[in-house]
Each structure stands twice: as C-alpha cells, then as structure tokens.
C-alpha cells in the first residue's frame, strides 16, 4: 500500500491474513509479505531527508502556508523522497527475486492500493522479465474500482481476482502448478490473448465456514516485533445494501449483506485475542447490522471477553440503549457517514436516506456513553453551494461542539469508476477532461496520493465538478475543514488514526493528531516505533488477556 502514511497504515493486513488461512486449508504453502511498515519508512527517509521535512513541519502544522521558497524546498524534498523509493523498489526486486530462485516460487501474487499500483506493477513487471515463467495474480480493492484497464496497462499479469479472493486464488494456484483452466475460476479478469474476460461472479454466502485469519510470524514476517500496530481489522460482515452514489464498495462484496453468526463473530475474536495478545479490534464490515452489533455486545458482556472495537453503520436501528449495551461490551468508537446537511441533496445526489434528526439522536447517544462519534463529510459535493457549505457548518457544531471524543473525515466529491455518479456525469455536475471515460479510468489508475506535498499542490486529477477544477474542490474541502478546526472539531481524521490515543497516554485527541502526522509527514521512524512498541506492549500486558 505504498509508504505507511498514517496509523491505520501501520496496521496487519486482515484480507491477506484471511487469504492465508484459505490457503492453509487448501495445503498451499503461503508467506505475507507486507512492507507497509516502519522498516520501510526508516529505509526510504533518509536522515537529511527526515532533518530537512523537520524544518518545515512547524508551518504546515502550524497553519501556515508556505512561501515560494519553501514550496520550491518541499519540491526538492520530494524528488529525493522519490529517487529513495526506487533505489527502495530496486532492492526489493532484488531479494525478491533470490527468494524466487532459491524457493523455485511459481506465483506470486500483489494486493493493489489506489494511489501506489505503480509500484507494486514495476516489482511485478521486473519479476516477470527475470522469471518468464512466474505466475503473476493481483487483487485488492483497486481491482473492483479500475477492473479491465489494469490488464490494459500492465498486460504482463497473470489473471486479476476481483470481488472475493477465496474461492479464486486457491484454484489460481492449481492453475499455476498445470492444473485446471482460467475459463472456469469465478471472480477473474485475465487475457485470452484475443479479448478481457471477466469471468462469473460466485459469491462467499456463509462466512462461518471460512478459516481463521492466519497473523503468524512465521508465515506474515512483518508481525515479528513491533514494526506493525497490532489493531486487526475484524471481518464481521460483507455487502452493502444502502447505494450510495458515490461508494465503489458494492462492486466488491455487493449490496446483500452477509453477516457471521454472533457465535462465529466471539470464537473468532476470543481465538485472535488469545493467539495475538490482541484487544483492540476495527470490525471492517462497511453496513452491520445493529441487529448483529447487539447480538455480538450481548455475548461479548455475558463471556467478559473484555477487548475495545470500533464498527461501521449506517446508524439505522441504533438507539441510546444499543449504543450503551455495545459501550459497556468495549465500543470504542462507532462511524457513520453524513456526507452532506442538506436534506435535498443527501437524498438526490448522495443517495443517503437517513434522516438528519436520526443522526443527531445516534450522536447523543453515543455522547451519553462517552462513545467516540467519527463521520464524514463530502464537500463540496455535486450542486453544493454557500448555503450547503453553512448548513453543513451549522449541523456538525450543533452536534459535535464542546463534544472532544469525534472526528469528521471531510473530502471532495471523488468520481470513482463504475458508481452512479461515474455513470451519469452530467445529472451529478461531473465533467472529465479526456476524451473518454476509458481514458479517464486510465489516468486515474496510476494517480499517486503525495505525503509530503499540502493538498494544494498535489497534481490535478482530470475531472471537474459544478465547474471547478481538483485543485479548486481540494481549497473548497480546505474551507469546510478550517471552519470546523475553529469551533474545536477535529477535521480529516478517522478514528482508526486516534484509537490508540489513550493507549499512548495522551489526554486530547488533537494533539495525538497533529504529532502523528508530523511523524508520518518527517518520516519520524523513532517515534512511530515507539509507538508501535508501547500499545503492543500495553496490550499483551494488560492481565486481560
């Protein structure tokens, strides 16, 4: 997933973790190789890289803005930061390909991130070219979002997994051992020399009969030590049946929801919490039911089993009851996107049917339990204007002012392949830059999320809404995001990036905030690791394990 760029990045791999212990199953041997850590950090940002980002961290923290000269210094600074990752990408082809050689691997298979697929196809590429015969698979959520332009560009690869990945890789691999034809694997993309096939789609409809996710060091290496934040991200659900018009979601795991069993939800956090000296948990379901939510916080007070989690849910059914229940089971934090306060176009440009009156009912909630409120606002969004910009303004101070345990996670409309908005541009306000959607999908495949650069200087993607350009979206977003910031409301963060906050022993939630982004944004490996040591530590110690 490119270079850890914020806490969550830091976290174990639960789909690769899942896909593992498939494999194991299926008796295919499997090794995890996960480099989003802080060793790659530390081998990328070099130390004058690090004194240099050190310097100007004051002013972009501060609230500064940054003159030419140090805009021109930044530039600089990201140009080597640049030349590092590829002498880093070198390596890495390098002790791969003598782990090839001497282990006789026939495939090898790469989870793709929006925002650093190119990396990971120059690895893929540079592998092929010295072992012709290497199979090469990919899968991850960039898949579902870009599908057939992948195979476009990087024609070398193998077969793409889209949709779910454990019915496919195992029958990949037999594949890639001689056995089997790619005609008859569900959920795959790959050439047939002529035209893209996208074969069937077979769907996972009994989640209790998957295989434990497997964290083992000995098959995931980059859980030896502290190089990642034990936080696992728990598969309790799958499939969304809300349609929000702008979510890429359902192309992944659809809009049925499939949900584990209350029973296979505690055995499989009680064997986790056991195995891995783990507490803390992000249930990864995008829409759980709160009817599961209360079933599992039942069980989980009734067998003391004592962990912290935060969940996703649209908040529907959620009353101060529920909330209560699953905060004395370790609720830490539930997340509900807003999206806009404007009852018109939340409804007809956002597709989100809440109402806002609930909303503020599931916020009192959570505030008379001292649950963590984390939401999310799109501005601007399709038709947004001064007055939706106030009226979003007012909504969040109304319910979150004076209120420290919240977060709002504020972006500009994103126009991702394959959603509602993506297919009817002109009712939404959208307009692209390129001649086609295809060329659109193709430029957007290889856009680069920069870590160093403010977001105003990032490079323009090519698409334009209510007539402004990216970069005038991003100042919009900016505005919003400010104007909260000045009533005491944390912007841009999600609560994955500041669960561990207390853990660490800080008392307010913002200053945890602006010292983990100087971290990332310096490269400040020391710190982060230190982090990572001591709420690992701080888990396996508790005496609740």
């Avoid at 041997?29 to 310097?55: G, H, P, Q």
């Avoid at 599992?296 to 529920?322: C, M, P, Q, R």
């Avoid at 100042?475 to 104007?483: G, V």
Wanted: glycine content about 6%.
């Amino acid at each position: 997933a490119g270079v850890p760029h914020e806490m969550s990045s830091l976290f174990p791999d639960n789909g690769l973790a899942a896909l593992a212990g498939v494999l194991q199953e299926a008796n295919q041997m499997v090794r995890i190789l996960d480099f989003s850590t802080t060793e790659t950090i530390d081998k990328i940002y070099r130390a004058n890289i690090r004194k240099a980002l050190r310097a100007l961290a004051p002013k972009i923290f501060g609230g500064g803005r940054l003159n030419e000269l140090e805009i021109g210094e930044l530039r600089k600074i990201d140009l080597e930061i640049q030349v590092s990752e590829s002498a880093f990408i070198h390596h890495t082809i390098d002790a791969l390909n003598n782990d090839i050689v001497k282990n006789r691997v026939i495939w090898v298979g790469f989870k793709l991130w929006m925002g650093s697929i190119r990396q990971s196809m120059e690895i893929a590429a540079a592998l092929k070219k010295l072992n012709p015969g290497l199979k090469i698979f990919g899968g991850g959520p960039s898949i579902d979002i870009f599908q057939q332009a992948i195979l476009k560009k990087y024609p070398f690869v193998d077969a793409l997994v889209f949709a779910e990945g454990e019915k496919a890789l195992p029958l990949l691999i037999e594949w890639a051992e001689g056995k089997g034809d790619l005609s008859q694997i569900p959920n795959i993309l790959y050439s047939n020399g002529r035209d893209i096939v996208k074969n069937r789609i077979e769907r996972i409809q009994e989640l209790d009969r998957q295989p434990f996710p497997i964290y083992d060091p000995l098959l995931y290496p980059a859980m030896a030590g502290d190089r990642k934040m034990k936080i696992l991200c728990f598969d309790d659900s799958r499939g969304c049946p809300m349609g929000c018009a702008f979510c890429p979601g359902t192309n992944k795991f659809g809009t049925t929801r499939i949900e584990k069993s209350p029973d296979r939800c505690i055995a499989e956090l009680s064997y986790l919490k056991k195995k891995y000296d783990v507490r803390y948990f992000r249930f990864s379901g995008s829409n759980t039911s709160v009817k599961l939510l209360n079933e599992i916080a039942e069980k989980l007070i009734a067998e003391k089993l004592d962990i912290i989690f935060a969940v996703f849910s649209s908040a529907t059914g959620l009353s101060a009851e529920s909330v209560k229940k699953m905060a004395t089971a370790g609720l830490y934090s539930i997340f509900v996107g807003i999206e806009s306060a404007n009852r018109f176009q939340r409804k007809n440009y956002l597709g989100k049917t809440l109402s806002l009156d609930r909303l503020k009912k599931v916020f009192e909630a959570c505030k008379q339990s001292d649950v963590f409120i984390s939401t999310s606002m799109i501005y601007p969004a399709p038709f947004s204007n001064q007055q939706i910009l106030e009226e979003n303004i007012n909504f969040l101070v109304d319910s979150l002012k004076g209120y420290e345990n919240c977060s709002v996670a504020v972006y500009p409309a994103g126009l991702y392949p394959y959603t509602k908005w993506f297919d009817n541009l002109e009712s939404f306000g959208f307009s692209i830059e390129c001649p086609t959607k295809e060329a659109y999908i193709e430029q957007a495949l290889d856009y680069g999320y920069n870590i160093v650069l403010p977001r105003y200087l990032w490079k323009e993607l090519p698409y334009t809404l209510n007539g402004k350009s990216f970069k005038e979206l991003l100042m919009e977003t900016n505005t919003l995001a400010e104007a909260l910031k000045a009533h005491g409301i944390l912007p841009y963060l999600v609560e994955a990036n500041l669960m561990m906050a207390p853990v660490l022993g800080y008392k307010h939630y913002k200053e945890f905030a602006i010292e983990s982004s100087i971290a990332f944004f310096s490269g400040d490996v020391e710190r982060l690791e230190t982090w990572n040591r001591d709420f690992n530590q701080a888990q396996m110690y508790s005496g609740l394990s």
